[in-house]
T-cell receptor
Framework: GENVEQHPSTLSVQEGDSAVIKCTYSDSASNYFPWYKQELGKRPQLIIDIRSNVGEKKDQRIAVTLNKTAKHFSLHITETQPEDSAVYFCAAHKYSSASKIIFGSGTRLSIRP | KAGVTQTPRYLIKTRGQQVTLSCSPISGHRSVSWYQQTPGQGLQFLFEYFSETQRNKGNFPGRFSGRQFSNSRSEMNVSTLELGDSALYLC?????????????FGPGTRLTVL
């Protein structure tokens, strides 16, 4: 069945350094790839998304890249700050009349001061 | 615009009981999805409703069911509760009119089964 693998499960980086989280998906028909951030005790919130017709998207310190051939996509956070500490979830979605979104297992990112 | 709301926020039940959780989507959103979140399993998709029809279902037993009303509000029901059903249950709504869209999550209902 469809599957999304996310790595690493935990990540600790020095404040100011970059963080990269990677996801691979199994269904080649997936065409929408959102990333959600969940701070402790709060609900997940969309931080960036990319559609299959685009290879890269950037929003200030956050960027996402997509490699459709290899079926993987990555989240890049530059100049990390303490408020970036959270759990990040990637997801893959195939739009159809019976669409289903599959989430990765999450990455707990900690920013060391 | 008010966000997604869920009631109740916390619930304690015992094994064998049943429970009903409620979700009110953002006004105008017709798609409502439900997820189970546990520390070890991340976000597991339960089902999605669109215009009162279940459009997709995850890999959960038949004890988990849901429905959506004409005003897009949704309920999910879990019967014959098991200890392993203890989790945070999140619902999310989206416009889903033409293309894939951002999902807006509610605060969740934390269910504890004793």
């Amino acid at each position: 069945g469809e599957n999304v693998e996310q790595h690493p499960s935990t990540l600790s980086v020095q404040e100011g350094d970059s963080a990269v989280i990677k996801c691979t998906y199994s269904d080649s028909a997936s065409n929408y790839f959102p990333w959600y951030k969940q701070e402790l005790g709060k609900r997940p919130q969309l931080i960036i998304d990319i559609r299959s017709n685009v290879g890269e998207k950037k929003d200030q310190r956050i960027a996402v890249t997509l490699n459709k051939t290899a079926k993987h996509f990555s989240l890049h956070i530059t100049e990390t700050q303490p408020e970036d500490s959270a759990v990040y979830f990637c997801a893959a979605h195939k739009y159809s009349s019976a669409s289903k979104i599959i989430f990765g297992s999450g990455t707990r990112l900690s920013i060391r001061p | 615009k008010a966000g997604v709301t869920q009631t109740p926020r916390y619930l304690i039940k015992t094994r064998g009981q049943q429970v009903t959780l409620s979700c009110s989507p953002i006004s105008g959103h017709r798609s409502v999805s439900w997820y189970q979140q546990t520390p070890g399993q991340g976000l597991q998709f339960l089902f999605e409703y669109f215009s009162e029809t279940q459009r997709n279902k995850g890999n959960f037993p038949g004890r988990f069911s849901g429905r959506q009303f004409s005003n897009s509000r949704s309920e999910m029901n879990v019967s014959t509760l098991e200890l392993g059903d203890s989790a945070l249950y999140l619902c999310a709504s989206s416009l889903e009119e033409v293309a894939l869209d951002e999902q807006f999550f509610g605060p969740g209902t934390r269910l504890t089964v004793l």
